[in-house]
């Protein structure tokens, strides 16, 4: 969210600083023309007052031409800037440098004509910094009793005209870049302060949605209304949480008041078989259907405690734990006439050992299960790529699973329904989830090519960090400063 928020904001503000910056531009170079066009108009405005007592009949001969002449080759050679003092026949009165005459098109020969008509010439077009060659001509009138009789027209190179502007276009393209670096800073923290309580809560629903039902947002900092928001999701996890709880209670307490009632069916259902035939079909079946029922309240009691015992998690040598468990199923497997073999290497993490031995056994046990005889089971504990986690991948060769199937392995009674007919109660996996997740591992399902099943339980190499919400005993609480 925050990749799509943060760019539209940044261009939101550039578009604005870009709105504000070239109209400043322009402005910064009309102002700057316009300075130099005030004093060319005053200059022009000076040579025509001294213009006005040059005698008409001898120009250039004069005291007074004579010092006009002279202002104005001074003038050429201080500000290398061309002026001239022409008749309205374009007859030159006085001229810096003595060759130049009045253009005969152009904006030169506009302004002359202008002031002819007894006005000073309007404002010139504006000059750029790219315009390398652009001229800045401005034309005033000379009058005598009230009758134009010349015009004063400077011809100003635009060299120190253009580099000023474009200073002052480098000092607002550098406002405006610092501008846009506060602006980008102010974003990242806008955006950080809006999104921080959605991150927050995204991560305590992933806490929650893996078991860790003791999470909860901490309903600070951001808007009103995800403040809001976290009460509210607060209040539904707390609900949540409570009718868990009491599901959880009730099935440990009926499973545990139910074990007595039901050892004392199947003593009497054994003392009933001491007084019919042996081999009695009948009392083969009950005893068969108790046993399961027994098997299946054990499950239930031990999936109940498994949701309320603590991680104990320490470091532990997975490779010597996956070997031991190897060994202790080998004699089930050549019982069945499956091949159990493991390669299991020196790798260590942090995880509950008893936890994991229980979740080793269910994965072999249901491997075991299923794999055909002659066929083989593979148990191999790896690093994971990254080095960040553990695995211990249990492959068969039995029948597998289809896709369907594999998207509800796990689930609490579920069995696929071409296996019914094996020894189990369906939640051997869901108490194996639930022990490895309290001590932040996990279990994956996929096929094993070409036929079979590949089961990865995987546990952490790096030191835990505690979360709200985990169920680990005080002395393995971690914080990311250390224990």
Request: some cysteine; glycine content about 8%.
């Amino acid at each position: 969210m925050r990749t799509r928020l943060l760019p539209l904001l940044i261009v939101l503000m550039a578009g604005v600083l870009l709105a504000l910056g070239f109209p400043l531009a322009a402005s910064l170079a009309a102002s700057e023309q316009q300075r130099v066009v005030v004093d060319r108009l005053d200059d022009a405005a000076r040579f025509a007052a001294l213009a006005q007592f040059v005698s008409p009949t001898s120009p250039g001969t004069d005291e007074r031409s004579t010092t006009l002449g002279g202002e104005l080759a001074s003038y050429h050679d201080v500000y290398d800037i061309r002026a001239g003092i022409f008749y309205r026949d374009n007859q030159s009165m006085a001229a810096a440098p003595e060759d130049w005459v009045v253009p005969y098109e152009g904006e030169g020969r506009r302004a002359f004509n202008e002031s002819l008509l007894g006005r000073r010439s309007h404002d010139p077009p504006q000059v750029w910094p790219w315009q390398a060659h652009a001229r800045l001509i401005i034309a005033s009138p000379v009058v005598r009793d009230g009758d134009v009789v010349a015009v004063v027209v400077t011809d100003s190179p635009t060299g120190q005209l253009r580099m000023r502007i474009l200073r002052g276009w480098l000092l607002i393209f550098a406002g405006e870049s610092l501008a846009m670096l506060v602006a980008v800073g102010a974003a990242f923290r806008l955006t950080g302060w809006v999104l921080r309580p959605v991150r927050v809560l995204d991560s305590v629903t992933h806490d929650i949605a893996t078991g860790r039902m003791n999470s909860r947002v901490a309903a600070t900092g951001g808007p009103p209304e995800l403040r809001r928001l976290a009460l509210s999701f607060n209040e539904m996890a707390d609900n949540v949480e409570e009718a868990l709880e009491q599901q959880r209670a009730f099935v440990a307490d009926a499973s545990h008041q139910l074990r007595n009632p039901l050892a004392a069916l199947l003593l009497r259902i054994e003392l009933l078989a001491m007084e019919l035939p042996e081999g009695n079909e009948e009392i083969a079946s009950v005893r068969t259907e108790g046993k399961r029922l027994s098997q299946v309240l054990d499950d239930l009691l031990d999936l109940a405690l498994a949701e309320h015992t603590a991680a104990e998690l320490r470091l532990t040598d997975v490779g010597a734990l996956t070997a031991e468990r190897v060994a202790s199923w080998r004699p089930v497997a050549d019982d069945k006439g499956v091949v159990l073999t493991g390669e299991c290497g020196a790798v260590t993490a942090w995880a509950d050992p008893v936890a994991l031995s229980s979740a080793l056994d269910a994965v072999i046990d249901n491997a075991l299960k299923f794999t055909p005889a002659g066929e083989e089971v593979t148990v191999t504990a790896k690093v994971q790529p990254g080095g960040e986690s553990v695995a211990v991948v249990v492959a068969d060769h039995g029948p597998g699973l289809t896709d369907e199937e594999l998207g509800r392995v796990g689930d609490r009674f579920w069995r696929a329904g071409r296996h019914q007919n094996v020894k189990g109660s369906g939640l051997g996996l869901s108490i194996t989830r639930v022990l490895l997740t309290a001590g932040g591992g996990g279990i994956a399902f996929a096929p094993n090519e070409p036929h079979g099943l590949r089961v990865t339980v995987t546990v952490p190499r790096n030191r835990p960090v505690a979360r709200p919400g985990d169920r680990w005993t005080p002395e393995e609480r971690w914080t990311p400063e250390g224990r």
